[in-house]
């Protein structure tokens, strides 16, 4: 089948970007709001090898902020977001862990990862993923605070340091007074994959080096599908 979405990236990407963001190997952690909708925002701006984790099945309640569709409803949200950003996108390399994160398999699932982003609800699964790559040399997009609705300047970014970005207001967790909505939720899903872009595209193409995939060796050839 002819990949439309693949033929139109150059018009927004160099050969020299493409190739680059081609080769960037991400890890979402959690498939909700924050992770189904940056994961639709880093295909669209052309990644194609993820990893991705979430052992949830699709809720009626997960429609008001979360990518997928009443007919998705209890799927696996891991089958459910292959399907969606395949539909964008046939060429994308997706390897799905339809597990509960812990410190057992973490390193396994994401140690391979060039990126990794942050987008647990559980507060325990948030904390064990920052522990674990907040220092790794990787890059790790995380969020604190999106709930509510209103003043959605409040969602920020905030830079801890070069490799290790927070997003939110760092106050409006989710709770039964602040409910989690579709804008705030997808801004700020957003300003995670714009993190991830601006770091690919700028920090490591500045800093002159080259993905190094955990050690792992990547078939080039078979690893980028150019239009």
């Known amino acids: 089948m002819d990949n439309v979405f693949q033929k139109i990236l150059p018009n927004y990407f160099s050969p020299d970007e ?55 409803i209890g799927r696996l949200k891991t089958d459910c977001l292959v399907e969606l950003l395949r539909t964008l996108n046939p ?78 207001d760092s106050v409006s967790a989710v709770s039964e007074r602040l409910k989690p909505y579709a804008p705030c939720v997808a801004i700020a899903a957003a300003k995670q994959a714009d993190v991830v872009l601006d770091w690919v595209l700028n920090t490591m193409r500045k800093e002159g080096k080259s993905f190094a995939f955990a050690a792992s060796s990547v078939d080039r050839k078979t690893a980028l599908p150019h239009p």
């Open 91 to 168: 060429a994308i390399v997706i390897e799905m862990h339809a597990v509960r994160i812990d410190s057992t398999n973490v390193q396994a699932i994401f140690g391979e990862c060039d990126v990794i982003i942050e987008a647990f609800d559980h507060p325990e699964c948030k904390a064990l993923l920052i522990q674990t790559f907040m220092n790794s040399g990787k890059l790790l997009v995380s969020v604190s605070g999106l709930a509510g609705y209103g003043s959605s300047d409040r969602i920020v970014t905030r830079k801890i340091h070069d490799r290790f970005f927070l997003i939110g």
């Open 18 to 72: 493409l190739t680059t963001i081609r080769l960037v190997k991400i890890g979402i952690a959690g498939l909700g709001g924050l992770g189904s909708n940056c994961a639709m925002n880093l295909v669209r701006c052309g990644f194609t090898r993820f990893v991705a984790v979430d052992f949830d099945s699709v809720e009626a309640t997960n429609l008001n902020r979360q990518a997928y569709f009443p007919e998705h």
